[in-house]
């Protein structure tokens, strides 16, 4: 199955800026939007973007999305221990006329 | 408050049946698509298989298609993944979630997931 690719691991310190990449291609996040999850250890993943930028009600704006052509990227700014969690990109994907998820990212807060 | 209660994962041998099951509450179940993603031990996600509100459209990633069947009842509720043929590789978590709105909009509430453990 395709996937769309992302850095394995990221990390900052606390308060510090965070950017995680996801790139695809034409047939997924250069024709649909992009969602992004974060995943808590042992837990079920959480929507926390959708349509590339939009955060969902309860998401603080600390956690910002954003698209060009077939590439996304995720920013935490102001990064907190509880931030400590997987994070995955995902799109549609007009080709396989299904959904992708990215190969996710480990972000450690130092 | 939006809940999805999965259930209905265990052990089976390779080349058996499974099915799971999602009960849903706190929304208007027929007017959104559901979907099941799994993930392996120690792995990302994987998405598996989703169906639009009223049934009529259901989608298969290629690594399950033809053995999966992804069905609902909307008098009950609830969303049903019929697994057949199963391999070792379909070892994993599932969860069903509930679509934000088209398919590709992303999955908005999740259930706690079930394991599912294929013996070789």
């Known amino acids: 199955q395709s996937v769309l690719t992302q850095p394995p691991s990221a990390s900052a310190t606390p308060g510090q800026r965070v950017t995680i990449s996801c790139s695809g291609s034409?047939?997924?996040?250069?024709?649909?939007?992009v969602n992004w999850y974060q995943q808590l250890p042992g837990t079920a993943p959480k929507l926390l973007i959708y349509?590339?930028?939009q955060r969902p009600s309860g998401v603080p704006d600390r956690f910002s999305g954003s698209k060009s052509g077939t590439s996304a990227s995720l920013a935490i700014s102001g990064l907190q221990s509880e931030d400590e969690a997987d994070y995955y990109c995902?799109?549609?994907?007009?080709?396989?006329?299904?959904?992708?998820f990215g190969t996710g990212t480990k972000v450690t807060v130092l | 408050e939006v809940q999805l209660l999965d259930s209905g994962g265990g052990l089976v041998q390779r080349g058996g049946s499974l099915r799971l099951s999602c009960a849903a509450s706190?929304?208007?179940?027929?007017?959104?698509?559901m979907t099941w993603v799994r993930q392996a031990p120690g792995k990302g996600l994987e998405w598996v298989a989703t169906?639009?509100?009223?049934?009529?459209?259901?989608y298969y990633a290629d690594s399950v298609k033809g053995r999966f069947t992804m069905s609902r009842d909307n008098s009950e509720n609830k969303v049903y993944l019929q697994m057949n043929s199963l391999r070792a590789e379909d070892t994993a978590v599932y969860f069903c979630?509930?679509?934000?709105?088209?398919?590709?909009?992303?999955?908005?509430?999740w259930g706690q997931g079930t394991l599912v453990s294929v013996s070789s």
């Open positions: 979630a509930k679509c934000r709105s088209a398919p590709g909009s992303g999955f908005d509430s």
């Open positions: 349509s590339n930028k």
């Open positions: 995902a799109a549609w994907d007009d080709s396989l006329n299904g959904y992708v």
């Open positions: 169906i639009s509100g009223n049934g009529g459209s259901t």
């Open positions: 706190g929304f208007t179940f027929r007017s959104y698509g």
């Open positions: 034409n047939s997924k996040i250069g024709s649909n939007t």
